[in-house]
C-alpha cells in the first residue's frame, strides 16, 4: 500500500497514477474522503473519552440530585463513546479496505499504455538464420519428443491441459538450470532458500496477489492456504511484522519452489508444449534495501538477469514494461524477452519489479535506522523460470539433426554432454 501522507499531500500524484495504469481514479477520492472520516472520528472519540474520564472523577464527590444529574450524563456520554468507537472503526475498516485496492504509484519513466505500448531498452546476442544454415527450425515440443525429454500427452491425462513431464535428459537439464542459477546467484551475494509453496492468506495480500491477480491463483478452502505463483510471496513475508537493523541491509535472498497458476484468461494462448504451463518450477532473486536505494538494486537485479541470459547464448531483449501491464505492486518492471525461433519473436523469461515500499507497508516490514522506524523497498527478479527456458534453449541452440548444443554454464551440471542427442527408438 501506499503512504496516507502522500495521499492527503498529493491527491493529484496518486490520481495520474491510476490513470496510467487504466484503474479506477474515482478510487482516490473514496479514499480521501475514508481517510478523513477515520482521523475526525478518532479525535470525536478522543474527546469523549476525556470528557468521560473527567466526568468519573466528578461522580464521587457528588451528592444528591448533582449526583444523579451526572449519572444520567455519564450514561448517555458512555454511550456516545461506544457509538464513536464503532464509527472510527468502520471508517478505519474502510480506508483499509481501500487503500489495499490502490495500486503502487508508477515511477515517472515508465512508458503509459497497454501490454504492447512497452519500449525496448537493449537488444543482446545474435538471432539465428536458420534458413542459411540449410534447415527448419523444429519447435521446443518437436525437439523435446525427440530427445525423451518432454511428456505433454501423459501430462494431460494424469493431470489435464497444461501439465507435462519432463523425463529423462530434460529432468536434468532443469536441475542442470537451477544448479547453475543457484550458483550464479549465490556468488552474487545472494542467500539460497528453499521456501514454501503453500502459504496464510495475509502472505498472499500482503504482497499484492490477492487483487487483481486473484484469478490466478490457487486456493485450498479446507486449509484457507494459497498456492503460490512464485517464491516472491514466501519470500517477501519471511520478515513479516518484524524490524530489521538498516546496518542488515541490503538482504538478498534466492528462492527455489514450484509456482502454481492458473491461467485464467489465457485460453487459446501457447497452448502446445510446456511455455504456458499451471506447475512449474523457477529461482526467484528477492531483495529488501533502504528506499533510497531501489532504483539502483533494480539495475542490478536486471543486470543479474542479463548475465544469466547471457551465460545460456541466448538472444534477448530488455523492455521497459508500461503502466498497463505492470501488476499493482510495481512502480516500474523489466522484462528479459527471449528470441522464439518457430514464433519468430521475443517471448518473456524474466522480469524484475522494484515494489519501492508497498509490500512492506502491507507486510509490516521496517528497518531501523538510526532513531528512526520506517518501512524499506522489496524488490523481485526471476533469475530463471524452467519451462520457458528450456523452450528457449531446444529452439535456439537445435541442430539439423535434432541434437541441441549446450551452453558451457551448464556442462558441469549434465555430466561434461556438450550436446543432448535424440532418444534412442
Known amino acids: 500500500m501506499i503512504d496516507l501522507r502522500l495521499l492527503r499531500e498529493d491527491p493529484d500524484r ?21 481517510d478523513e472520516r477515520r482521523r475526525s472520528s ?11 474520564k473527567q466526568l468519573g472523577k466528578l461522580i464521587p464527590k457528588a451528592t444528591g440530585d448533582e449526583k444523579a444529574e451526572l ?31 490502490l495500486g503502487n504509484l508508477v515511477h515517472p519513466d515508465v512508458p503509459v499504455g497497454g501490454e504492447e505500448d512497452f519500449v525496448t531498452l537493449e537488444t543482446h546476442g545474435t538471432i539465428r538464420d536458420f534458413g542459411a544454415e540449410g534447415f527448419e527450425p523444429k519447435d521446443h515440443l518437436e525437439l523435446g519428443t525427440l530427445l525423451g525429454a518432454i511428456d505433454v500427452e501423459r501430462g494431460a491425462k494424469v493431470s489435464g491441459s497444461r501439465f507435462y513431464f519432463l ?12 544448479n547453475a542459477a543457484i550458483a550464479q546467484a549465490t556468488a552474487a551475494g545472494f542467500t539460497p532458500m528453499l521456501t514454501p ?77 510446456i511455455f504456458r504451463v499451471h506447475q512449474f518450477d523457477k529461482v526467484e532473486m528477492f531483495s529488501y534495501v533502504a528506499p533510497e536505494d531501489s532504483q539502483a538494486e533494480h539495475q542490478r537485479l536486471l543486470q543479474w538477469e542479463k548475465e544469466w541470459l547471457t551465460s ?12 498497463g501491464d505492470l501488476g499493482s505492486s510495481a512502480a516500474r518492471k523489466f522484462d528479459c524477452e527471449a528470441w522464439i525461433p518457430t514464433q519468430g519473436k521475443y517471448r518473456e523469461l524474466t522480469s524484475t519489479s522494484d515494489c519501492t515500499e508497498f509490500q512492506s507497508r502491507r507486510l509490516s516490514i521496517r528497518f ?42 551448464l556442462r558441469p551440471y549434465l555430466g561434461g554432454r556438450e550436446v543432448l542427442e535424440p532418444a534412442a527408438k
Open 368 to 409: 531501523r535506522d538510526g532513531k528512526q522506524v520506517k518501512p524499506l523497498a522489496t524488490l523481485n527478479g526471476t533469475l530463471c523460470a524452467v519451462p520457458r527456458t528450456i523452450v528457449a534453449i531446444l529452439e535456439n541452440h537445435q541442430q539439423a539433426d535434432g541434437s541441441v548444443y549446450v551452453p558451457p554454464v
Open 312 to 323: 545460456l547464448e541466448l538472444p534477448f531483449r530488455v523492455i521497459d514494461v508500461a503502466t
Open 42 to 52: 478518532g479525535v470525536r472519540f478522543d474527546e469523549l473519552r476525556a470528557e468521560q
Open 71 to 101: 449519572l444520567k450524563k455519564a450514561g448517555q456520554l458512555a454511550a456516545d463513546v461506544k457509538a464513536a468507537d464503532a464509527e472510527r472503526d468502520a471508517a478505519d475498516a474502510e480506508t483499509q479496505e481501500l487503500l489495499l485496492r
Open 197 to 273: 509453496a503453500l502459504v496464510r492468506p495475509q502472505s498472499m495480500a500482503g504482497t499484492g496477489f490477492l487483487g487483481q491477480a486473484a484469478q490466478d491463483v490457487y486456493r485450498l478452502d479446507a486449509d484457507d492456504l494459497y498456492l503460490v505463483g512464485t517464491s516472491e510471496v514466501p519470500l517477501a513475508a519471511y520478515h513479516m511484522d518484524e524490524i530489521l537493523d538498516a546496518d542488515r541491509l541490503p538482504l538478498r535472498y534466492a528462492g527455489f519452489s514450484p509456482c502454481f497458476r492458473r491461467e485464467a484468461g489465457s485460453h487459446g494462448k501457447d497452448t502446445r508444449g
Open 14 to 34: 496518486v490520481r495520474a497514477s491510476q490513470r496510467a495504469r487504466g484503474e479506477d481514479v474515482a478510487l482516490v477520492d473514496s479514499l480521501l474522503s475514508a
Open 167 to 178: 523425463t529423462g535428459i530434460g529432468a536434468l537439464l532443469e536441475l542442470a538450470l537451477v
